[in-house]
Structures are given as C-alpha cells and as structure tokens.
C-alpha cells in the first residue's frame, strides 16, 4: 500500500492500526470472519472504474465485455456451489437482497411470518425497526420458551392462520439447524413462499457442515462475508420460475449498477467454497463452537438452547449477574471482541440486553483449534468475574495477544 501511504498517510495508518487490532485480538463477532489475500486483491482493482447497470448481456453502458464475463463466472460458481437454478450476484449487502424478494412477491401490507428479532431472528424480517416491519404487516413466530427451540406445531398453526406472502426461515442468533423440509411442508399448506435467509450459514452449507436449504426454499438470500469468507456484498439463489421476478426487483427495483469490485471478490470466494479445504474449514467452525460451548457451559454459562450446532453461541448472562453490555465492554478490554445482544424473554432494553453473542468463525480461519477453546473459555470466564477491574482484563489482553501471534491472520502480512 506504498501509494495510500503517500498519498494519505492519516487513511493508511488507520489501516495498519486495524490491521495490527485484528491480528492481537480474539475476533469472535459471529458475522465476522477474515477474507484471504486474493479477495482482497480482487476488491481492490481496476474493477471499481466500471459502471455496469443491467445485467450480462443486457448492460445499459458499453464498454462491459470483462465485466459481463466476471459477472457470470460469479453466477456459475454460485450456482455449482450451493446447486441452484438462478443466481444474482448484484444486492449491495444482506438487507438489499432481503428487500428485494419482499419486492418480487409482495406488496405493502401484504403479510409475513418470521422468526421474532429478539428471539434471533433478523431486523429485515419483520422488525417494526425496519423498513420490513413499516411497509409490511410483519407477525413473528418465536421460540418455545421451555426449550428455547423452534416450535414448528406453532409456525403451522400462525402460517395456516395468517395465510402470510412470504413465510421467512433464518436468523442472526440462534444456535442450532433449521429443519427446511418441516418449513417447506408448512409454506406448501398454507400456500405460500418459503423465503430462506441464510447469510449466517452459508459457508457452513457450502463445506458440507449445515443442511442446504435451497432445495427446499423458493428463494435464498445470503451475505457473502460472515461463514462464507468473502467480502461485504450478497446473493440471491432462487428457483427459474422465479428468475426474471428477482432480477427485475434487484435491478432496477432497488439499486443501480453493481460493485464490479465486489462481484470478482465474490467469485474468487466462491472459487476457495468450491475447494475441498473448505469443508475442513466448515466443519471446524461447527467443531470450534460445540468445544467452545461445551467449556463455557463447565463454568456456569447459560448457552441459551443448551449449546449450538452451527456457528454461534448465544449466552444469557443473567445467572452470571452481569448484563451483556458491560461483559462485552470488558470481554473487548481483556481482547476478546464480540457483541451484547438480546435473548429469549429478554426483560431489559435493546442497547443493554442481558445476554452476549459470539462465533468461531473469524478464529477457526485463523487456525484455532479445540485446545484454543479451553483457553478462550478460560479468559471468558475470569474477565465476567472482573468486569471493572481494567488492569486484570489488561493482563489478560496481553495473553490474549501472545496466543494470537502464533496465528496469523488470513490476508494480512
């Protein structure tokens, strides 16, 4: 980066400044992950002069005959890697591309049935937060509060009495699989789309470690960062006969042209999912989780649901007698990064909920094994107990960060 350096020393010392945070910390933010030096690279070419509105074929600017084709090797990774019919490679983020199967097939007012924000669902589903829950009538199902699971006797019951448009299946904190043929049996009795939202899991179903739902959804949207290792963009995968219904919503429904840039990150991502060390990759993270889950439950955590399956551990804090947000203040002190948020039953506000979320997604492409499990529960664990003791929590960001020099960061020299 010789020429950002020269350029705008300011903007390039912050880059290496985060660099430098990235690589001393135990990143575990359960949407966060690190991308390889390709993506990277790929991001950050000539790609992003280009102004490409339309799509392949169909562009309303000359001059796209390298965009076309990077456009579409995108498409077709998409489509080998996840065996779907129809791929868009072109919404900005995971919220564009959720709005945009709201445009495709439904209109204000019309009804929608998903899985409740504060029982780990999305904003994008329904949330009265959110532009979903404003120009919709949003009705949420939630978790069974005995077993913290999904119920699907009380989806069908909510689905069959609310005949909703679009029937949402996905979420952005619940820690176990989905059973996508229980959601499509429902969505086919109460003859609606079954809209899955995947973008938490994507990279688990990609490598083999999570159930595909795309055989069963009519359409699945997904980000393509998070499990899936590529950069900040989205995609949606949905049936033929849906095709010209979600392109037109994309575009020009909702955006402009593309993020050339992003797409070639995009289709280098997909190329490294196609690749048999991702699943390796995949089933660790799920590894990762359930070791990590299984040492924070030996001391004292509440993991809500009892433990997790996927990616991500949500933990109440109440039994601890510490609400999220002060133990994620302290958790990032002693150097280990991950969000407070909400959970099931939740009795306190949005901005300081009483539980905590986190992932081992970042940490498993870094190389972190079982044995790092142990450690980071270890640390967990003490600094909960000395959430105002910001010398303790610094002694432990510094054996924090002699860990992680063992473990360099993907894309980072």
């Given at each position: 980066?010789?020429?950002?350096?020269?350029?705008?020393?300011?903007?390039?010392?912050?880059?290496?400044?985060?660099?430098?945070?990235?690589?001393?910390?135990?990143?575990?933010?359960?949407?966060?992950?690190?991308?390889?030096?390709?993506?990277?690279?790929?991001?950050?070419?000539?790609?992003?002069?280009?102004?490409?509105?339309?799509?392949?074929?169909?562009?309303?600017?000359?001059?796209?005959?390298?965009?076309?084709?990077?456009?579409?090797?995108?498409?077709?990774?998409?489509?080998?890697?996840?065996?779907?019919?129809?791929?868009?490679?072109?919404?900005?983020?995971?919220?564009p591309a959720n709005l945009a199967v709201y445009l495709a097939f439904a209109k204000?007012?019309?009804?929608?049935?998903?899985?409740?924000?504060?029982?780990?669902?999305?904003?994008?589903?329904?949330?009265?937060?959110?532009?979903?829950?404003?120009?919709?009538?949003?009705?949420?199902?939630?978790?069974?509060?005995?077993?913290?699971?999904?119920?699907?006797?009380?989806?069908?019951?909510?689905?069959?009495?609310?005949?909703?448009?679009?029937?949402?299946?996905?979420?952005?904190?619940?820690?176990?699989?989905?059973?996508?043929?229980?959601?499509?049996?429902?969505?086919?009795?109460?003859?609606?789309?079954?809209?899955?939202?995947?973008?938490?899991?994507?990279?688990?179903?990609?490598?083999?470690?999570?159930?595909?739902?795309?055989?069963?959804?009519?359409?699945?949207?997904?980000?393509?960062?998070?499990?899936?290792?590529?950069?900040?963009?989205?995609?949606?995968?949905?049936?033929?006969?849906?095709?010209?219904?979600?392109?037109?919503?994309?575009?020009?429904?909702?955006?402009?042209?593309?993020?050339?840039?992003?797409?070639?990150?995009?289709?280098?991502?997909?190329?490294?999912?196609?690749?048999?060390?991702?699943?390796?990759?995949?089933?660790?993270?799920?590894?990762?989780?359930?070791?990590?889950?299984?040492?924070?439950?030996?001391?004292?955590?509440?993991?809500?649901?009892?433990?997790?399956?996927?990616?991500l551990i949500l933990i109440d804090l109440t039994t601890k007698g510490v609400p999220?947000?002060?133990?994620?203040?302290?958790?990032?002190?002693?150097?280990?990064?991950?969000?407070?948020?909400?959970?099931?039953?939740?009795?306190?506000?949005?901005?300081?909920?009483?539980?905590?979320?986190?992932?081992?997604?970042?940490?498993?492409?870094?190389?972190?094994?079982?044995?790092?499990?142990?450690?980071?529960?270890?640390?967990?664990?003490?600094?909960?107990?000395?959430v105002e003791d910001d010398a303790f929590l610094a002694g432990i960001a510094k054996?924090?960060?002699?860990?992680?020099?063992?473990?360099?960061?993907?894309?980072?020299?």
């Amino acid at each position: 980066m010789s020429a950002l350096d020269r350029n705008d020393p300011e903007v390039f010392k912050l880059v290496k400044s985060e660099e430098a945070y990235q690589q001393s910390t135990i990143r575990m933010i359960a949407s966060e992950n690190y991308t390889s030096k390709a993506v990277l690279e790929a991001c950050g070419t000539v790609f992003q002069n280009k102004y490409s509105e339309g799509y392949p074929g169909a562009r309303f600017y000359q001059g796209q005959v390298n965009c076309d084709a990077m456009e579409l090797l995108a498409i077709e990774r998409a489509k080998k890697l996840f065996g779907a019919e129809h791929a868009n490679v072109q919404p900005y983020s995971g919220s564009p591309a959720n709005l945009a199967v709201y445009l495709a097939f439904a209109k204000p007012g019309d009804t929608v049935l998903g899985l409740n924000l504060s029982h780990g669902g999305h904003l994008t589903h329904g949330s009265k937060a959110s532009a979903t829950g404003k120009w919709f009538n949003a009705v949420h199902y939630s978790l069974n509060p005995e077993t913290e699971l999904l119920d699907y006797d009380e989806i069908r019951r909510l689905a069959l009495e609310h005949k909703p448009k679009l029937l949402i299946a996905g979420h952005s904190a619940y820690p176990r699989q989905l059973d996508f043929a229980k959601f499509r049996a429902i969505a086919d009795e109460a003859g609606c789309i079954l809209f899955v939202d995947m973008a938490h899991f994507a990279g688990l179903v990609a490598g083999g470690a999570h159930d595909n739902p795309v055989p069963y959804a009519d359409v699945v949207t997904t980000t393509t960062h998070k499990t899936l290792r590529g950069p900040r963009g989205a995609m949606i995968l949905c049936k033929e006969i849906h095709a010209k219904a979600i392109d037109k919503a994309v575009f020009p429904g909702l955006q402009g042209g593309p993020h050339n840039a992003t797409t070639a990150g995009i289709a280098v991502a997909l190329g490294e999912a196609l690749k048999p060390e991702f699943s390796t990759y995949a089933k660790n993270v799920v590894a990762n989780a359930k070791a990590l889950a299984g040492e924070l439950t030996k001391k004292g955590f509440k993991l809500v649901t009892g433990g997790t399956d996927n990616h991500l551990i949500l933990i109440d804090l109440t039994t601890k007698g510490v609400p999220g947000k002060p133990a994620a203040v302290a958790l990032e002190k002693a150097g280990i990064v991950l969000n407070y948020n909400t959970v099931p039953g939740e009795t306190r506000k949005p901005s300081d909920p009483s539980g905590i979320r986190l992932g081992t997604p970042s940490i498993t492409s870094r190389g972190f094994g079982i044995s790092e499990m142990k450690k980071i529960a270890d640390w967990m664990d003490a600094a909960v107990a000395h959430v105002e003791d910001d010398a303790f929590l610094a002694g432990i960001a510094k054996e924090v960060a002699a860990l992680c020099a063992g473990f360099p960061v993907p894309g980072i020299e």
